[in-house]
């Protein structure tokens, strides 16, 4: 059940659109422009091979190692986003998507560590509500009551959208993922 739940986690979803001091070549030209259009067209396949061009070229290219991960997450490879994710923040110990889309994945397997990346997400972005969120639910599926609806409060606040969100119940039924 725990995994069904969080399963329907808030991820961050978009992909990660680079914006290009110069001018734009044509997508044969830029694997990666290539790739984030065949990713927002919905071509996951030609996306993915897209994004591992680009990461022979630069193997640091925290936006390709992140959208990657989305690629694997959104089918289900949980072991292939982490490894995606965790090569994005190697990049980059503080891009706060590779750091949240990571805390969604390790929500089942890992939820100690879940945790912490949703702290550490707060600490660069104290602002944001689905990660106050998620990390609600979790402490609370701890066992960690009043810490949990100390964050679930902070959701709210933050963003009062999210309270339809939040089961009146004492046992929340876990995150759910937003409308795109």
Same mark, same amino acid.
């Given at each position: 059940?725990?995994?069904?739940?969080? =399963?329907?986690?808030?991820?961050? #979803?978009? #992909?990660?659109? #680079?914006?290009?001091?110069?001018?734009?070549?044509?997508?044969?030209?830029?694997?990666?422009?290539?790739?984030?259009?065949?990713?927002?067209?919905?071509?996951?396949?030609?996306?993915?091979?897209? /994004?591992?061009?680009? +990461?022979?070229?630069?193997?640091?290219?925290? /936006?390709?190692?992140?959208?990657?991960?989305?690629?694997?997450?959104?089918?289900?490879?949980?072991?292939?986003?982490?490894?995606?994710?965790?090569?994005?923040?190697?990049?980059?110990?503080?891009?706060?998507?590779?750091?949240?889309? +990571?805390?969604?994945? =390790?929500?089942?397997?890992?939820?100690?560590?879940?945790?912490?990346? /949703?702290?550490?997400?707060?600490?660069?972005?104290?602002?944001?509500?689905?990660?106050?969120?998620?990390?609600?639910?979790?402490?609370?599926?701890?066992?960690?009551?009043?810490?949990?609806?100390?964050?679930?409060?902070?959701?709210?606040?933050?963003?009062?959208?999210?309270?339809? =969100?939040?089961?009146?119940?004492?046992?929340?039924?876990?995150?759910?993922?937003?409308?795109?």
């Amino acid at each position: 059940m725990r995994a069904m739940r969080l =399963r329907r986690s808030f991820y961050a #979803i978009a #992909i990660v659109l #680079i914006v290009s001091g110069g001018g734009c070549g044509s997508e044969a030209d830029d694997p990666l422009q290539g790739a984030l259009t065949a990713h927002a067209d919905g071509d996951l396949d030609g996306a993915a091979r897209l /994004y591992r061009e680009v +990461l022979e070229d630069e193997p640091a290219n925290k /936006y390709a190692h992140y959208n990657l991960g989305l690629i694997h997450q959104s089918k289900g490879d949980e072991d292939e986003a982490v490894t995606a994710y965790g090569k994005a923040l190697e990049a980059d110990p503080n891009f706060v998507p590779a750091l949240f889309n +990571l805390a969604v994945a =390790r929500s089942d397997t890992a939820p100690s560590e879940a945790i912490d990346l /949703y702290r550490a997400i707060i600490s660069l972005q104290p602002s944001y509500a689905a990660a106050h969120l998620n990390l609600g639910f979790l402490l609370k599926e701890g066992g960690k009551e009043a810490e949990g609806q100390k964050e679930l409060d902070k959701a709210v606040e933050l963003d009062p959208s999210l309270s339809g =969100r939040i089961p009146a119940s004492p046992r929340p039924a876990g995150p759910v993922t937003p409308a795109p």
